[in-house]
Nanobody
């Protein structure tokens, strides 16, 4: 079974930065995607960023493009989400997911952007 663990959330002021980490383990397939979605109270889930293992392609939601960067360290089975120039609207619980035949996600990490 695939296990996904996120870390790195916290509280920052607008304009600040945070880096989230996601470690995925227990998978054997070569083709998968790892990404992040966020969920804020009373709002729809937003797929923030995604990285494809097959060719390294990335996807970003328009609201974060140019501010967030997803990257991977294959030796560590770790994916990072570097979040710069954070805005109050980025406040949410961020979940890392692993997508193969099925989806797995972690417990989430809170990101709060407030002055």
């Amino acid at each position: 079974e695939v296990h996904v663990v996120e870390s790195g959330g916290g509280s920052v002021q607008p304009g600040g930065s945070l880096r989230l980490s996601c470690v995925a383990s227990g998978f054997t397939t070569d083709g998968y995607a790892i990404g992040w979605f966020r969920q804020a109270p009373g709002k729809d889930r937003v797929d923030v960023a995604c990285w494809e293992s097959s060719d390294g392609r990335t996807y970003y939601h328009p609201s974060v493009k140019g501010r967030f960067t997803i990257s991977s360290d294959n030796e560590k089975n770790t994916v990072y989400l570097q979040m710069n120039n954070l805005e109050p609207e980025d406040t949410a619980v961020y979940y890392c997911y692993w997508r193969g035949l099925y989806d797995y996600w972690g417990q989430g990490t809170q990101v709060t952007v407030s002055s």
